[in-house]
């Protein structure tokens, strides 16, 4: 086969190629039927992965990479990340009134949209930042300055659990407590 007739890959697939971290080879092969140069040089227009970091990271990208080369896996990915991430969302939202880990699972379901999802890999790294400055700001306040933070923040819960089972479950802690207390 003559190598100036061979037909470069496609622009749009080159392109795409790109996107997902993949560097695209334009060289064109020798002749070699098989597009290798003495077995050093890849096919023209053949994706070639693009150096990755070793580790759990570099492992969970190639993997993820794999799965979004064929458009089946691609959507069918797009569906999970999606359902996965509703499901540890709704759940800390359910338990953002109650004391414990809401607001960290709602953090950690936008971290799993993230992975597929560029509005809300945006949205983490808006929150990551926020909680950041927040944090610095507290921590560079006086001992009781966050003694009094942690005062509001207390009361703050206690009044969010009282309320939730005094309306949901018919329990008022604080009349139970009252008229313990009266009678004992």
Same mark, same amino acid.
């Given at each position: 086969? +003559? !190598?100036?007739?061979?037909?470069?890959? !496609?622009?749009? @697939?080159?392109? @795409?190629?790109? $996107?997902?971290?993949?560097?695209?080879?334009?060289?064109r092969d020798s002749g +070699?039927?098989?597009?290798? =140069?003495?077995?050093?040089?890849?096919?023209?227009?053949?994706?070639?992965?693009?150096?990755?970091?070793?580790? #759990?990271?570099?492992?969970?990208?190639?993997?993820?990479?794999?799965?979004?080369a064929n458009p089946t896996? $691609? *959507?069918?990915?797009? *569906? %999970? *990340?999606? *359902?996965?991430?509703?499901?540890?969302?709704?759940?800390?939202?359910?338990?953002?009134?109650?004391?414990?880990?809401? #607001?960290?699972?709602?953090? @950690?379901?936008?971290?799993? #949209?993230?992975?597929?999802?560029?509005?809300?890999?945006?949205?983490?790294?808006?929150?990551? $930042?926020?909680?950041?400055?927040?944090?610095?700001?507290? &921590? =560079? $306040?006086? %001992? !009781?300055?966050? %003694?009094?933070?942690?005062?509001?923040?207390?009361? %703050?819960?206690? &009044?969010?659990?009282w309320l939730s089972l005094?309306? =949901?479950?018919?329990?008022?802690?604080?009349?139970?407590?009252?008229?313990?207390?009266?009678?004992?």
């Amino acid at each position: 086969m +003559d !190598p100036t007739t061979t037909a470069d890959p !496609p622009k749009g @697939a080159a392109r @795409a190629a790109e $996107r997902r971290g993949y560097g695209v080879s334009t060289e064109r092969d020798s002749g +070699d039927p098989r597009g290798t =140069s003495g077995g050093t040089a890849s096919r023209a227009g053949a994706a070639v992965p693009a150096p990755r970091r070793g580790g #759990w990271r570099g492992r969970v990208n190639t993997t993820l990479d794999l799965i979004r080369a064929n458009p089946t896996g $691609r *959507i069918t990915l797009k *569906i %999970f *990340i999606a *359902i996965a991430g509703a499901i540890v969302v709704t759940v800390g939202i359910a338990l953002i009134p109650l004391p414990g880990p809401g #607001w960290l699972l709602v953090i @950690a379901g936008l971290g799993i #949209w993230a992975v597929e999802f560029h509005w809300a890999r945006r949205l983490l790294g808006f929150t990551r $930042r926020h909680v950041q400055a927040w944090t610095r700001w507290v &921590t =560079s $306040r006086s %001992f !009781p300055v966050r %003694f009094v933070l942690g005062a509001v923040g207390l009361v %703050f819960v206690a &009044t969010v659990v009282w309320l939730s089972l005094k309306y =949901s479950l018919g329990i008022d802690l604080v009349a139970r407590t009252l008229h313990y207390l009266a009678t004992h």
